[in-house]
């Protein structure tokens, strides 16, 4: 459910940044708000899978796509909101977590908005359970959200001391054809990217709890909303 990210948005916020926006699952339903949008990923086919997205909805003049290195990027603007959502931080390395929070500072306006969700301290016990113990393996009969491939064997470890989790996945694709993937993601702290922020220079960094799904591995996901004002 995206609404209550968008609702981390300010009323009057028309022209929005959006932090590793994948293929649009978030940007989408924010250009049919009404906003303007400039989405950067560092994934080419993600942002391919955006510009086809955007263009059959009729959002061509909303949505700008944009491939690459968020942690680097650099243009003449400025936004009254960016958004680092959808829980993409944890993909991320600490030095580019560090550069993208640079990047909001940068690219707001004077009384702009820095938008973040992360997992929330406890959270962890949904790892814990999925991957107890080295090498565990479930199976899925996961889509992505554009229906074009799923995920049917997944296995992985989950590290308690680096809350580092690693994920080898057997995906098939709609034509049939087989390939394996691995991702690498950590499960920062609340704290931790609220410290980052601050040293990044924003005067203040509000918090608030939200839930998300029931499942057969636990009750719920806690989530912490993090804005930042400059």
């Avoid at 926006?21 to 080419?44: E, F, K």
């Amino acid at each position: 459910d995206v609404a209550p990210t968008i609702d981390m948005l300010p009323d009057d916020a028309k022209a929005i940044l959006e932090i590793g926006s994948g293929s649009g699952r978030l940007t989408i339903p924010i250009a049919q708000s009404g906003r303007a949008v400039t989405a950067l990923d560092n994934s080419y086919s993600a942002i391919e899978k955006l510009k086809v997205r955007s263009q059959a909805l009729g959002l061509s003049d909303k949505i700008r796509a944009i491939e690459c290195d968020v942690a680097s990027y650099e243009e003449p603007a400025f936004y009254d909101a960016v958004m680092l959502v959808g829980l993409s931080v944890h993909v991320m390395e600490l030095g580019t977590v560090r550069g993208a929070i640079d990047l909001a500072k940068r690219m707001l306006t004077s009384d702009g908005r820095f938008c973040l969700n992360i997992f929330s301290d406890g959270s962890e016990d949904i790892f814990t359970r999925m991957m107890p113990e080295e090498g565990s393996v479930s199976l899925y009969l996961y889509r992505d959200e554009n229906e074009e491939q799923r995920i049917i064997i997944s296995s992985g470890r989950y590290n308690p001391i680096t809350r580092e989790i690693t994920q080898n996945w057997i995906i098939q694709a709609n034509d049939g054809m087989i390939h394996a993937a691995t991702m690498i993601s950590n499960l920062w702290r609340p704290s931790d990217i609220t410290q980052i922020i601050l040293d990044a220079g924003f005067r203040e960094v509000k918090e608030e709890m939200h839930r998300f799904g029931d499942t057969d591995i636990t009750e719920s996901v806690r989530v912490a909303f993090l804005t930042a004002i400059i």
